[in-house]
């Protein structure tokens, strides 16, 4: 009789994997912003984007577990709306987008959080050849077949060896709006 409920138990895990909503990040419709503090002569506040995002997305909000996001963006298309200036942080100093053309966000866990479709993700980030672990809330909404997720974080752009300007804020704010179907 255990033999036969162990059988079953992996039979229904299986099917639970089989069954996963799978989904690719939508280019088009999906913003990855940045926004970081710059003290040239006066304080101002860069902005910027990038493209080429790519991945998969499984996701079930019942089955939390089963939960997957492995996602990366084109170093290489920042656009801080100045070209001289992202020319510059495509080098080797900042970005060396030659030598690490992906930053990469995978997750490790999905965890439902306090709030109606709101939830944390636990993974790591890779950027420049480092990797860090990062936490940070976000929220997903069923939409057109996919969803839609949206969170932000911070992070320390010189613990992942980008750039080493001291007029530049050492935080910078991520905020990800990203449709996946």
């Known amino acids: 009789m255990k033999a036969y409920s162990i059988i079953i138990a992996l039979f229904i895990c299986s099917v639970n994997s089989v069954f996963a ?25 860069v902005t910027g984007t990038f493209k080429g995002l790519k991945g998969t997305v499984i996701f079930d909000p019942t089955n939390l577990t089963q939960a997957v996001f492995d996602v990366s963006i084109a170093a290489e298309t920042i656009n801080s709306g100045i ?4 020319n510059h942080l495509k080098e080797e100093s900042y970005f ?10 995978k997750s490790q866990t999905i965890t439902k959080a306090s709030g109606e479709n709101t939830y944390t993700f636990t993974g790591t980030l890779t950027m420049k050849g480092v990797t860090k672990t990062i936490s940070f809330p976000f929220t997903a909404k069923a939409q057109n077949g ?4 949206k969170g932000s974080f911070q992070l320390n ?7 080493s300007d001291n ?3 050492k935080n910078v704010e991520v905020d990800l709006d990203v449709i996946a179907r």
């Open 146 to 149: 996919g969803y839609e997720f």
């Open 21 to 45: 909503q799978h989904y690719t990040p939508v280019e088009q419709s999906s913003t990855v912003q940045f926004k970081v503090s710059h003290q040239m002569i006066f304080k101002s506040t």
């Open 167 to 169: 007029s530049i804020d």
């Open 96 to 105: 060396d987008v030659k030598k690490h053309p992906l930053i990469i966000i």
């Open 83 to 86: 070209g001289m200036r992202d």
């Open 157 to 163: 752009r010189l613990e992942y060896n980008v750039g």
